[in-house]
């Protein structure tokens, strides 16, 4: 009997049935990107035969960003008969930096230096 089990601590769900993975959310950098890890270092996979490969798709370092906001993964482990079992989940990028606005603050001095105090009561 072949078994691949997913090794995660899981906050939001506590548990989950074998096979049935949540969707895992990476954090984006500051430059809005990440890459996917390498899951396939946290699976424990067992078989009558010997394993002759396990892998990754889309692979560990695989880009999400702005424009990328999700994908699928699928882990497969494949003995060496040929036999395979494969896990399938969701992974969100998952952006928590706010935007920042500047301004010129000469610019804005300048303007404000244009406008009458009646336009000033209305600004506030």
Do not use: H
């Amino acid at each position: 009997m072949k078994k691949i089990f997913l090794i995660l601590t899981f906050a939001l769900t506590g548990c989950c049935m074998v096979g049935q993975i949540p969707p895992q959310i990476i954090y984006a950098d500051s430059s809005c990107k990440t890459t996917l890890p390498d899951y396939t270092k946290k699976l424990i996979v067992s078989d009558n035969c010997k394993i002759c490969e396990i892998r990754q798709d889309p692979a560990a370092g695989f880009v999400l960003c702005d424009t990328v906001l999700s994908t699928f993964v699928v882990l497969t482990a494949i003995d060496c008969s040929g036999n395979f079992r494969q896990v399938r989940f969701s992974a969100l990028l998952v952006d928590t930096i706010k935007p920042t606005i500047k301004y010129d603050s000469l610019l804005y001095a300048k303007e404000i230096a244009n406008i009458s105090k009646t336009q000033i009561i209305y600004l506030y």
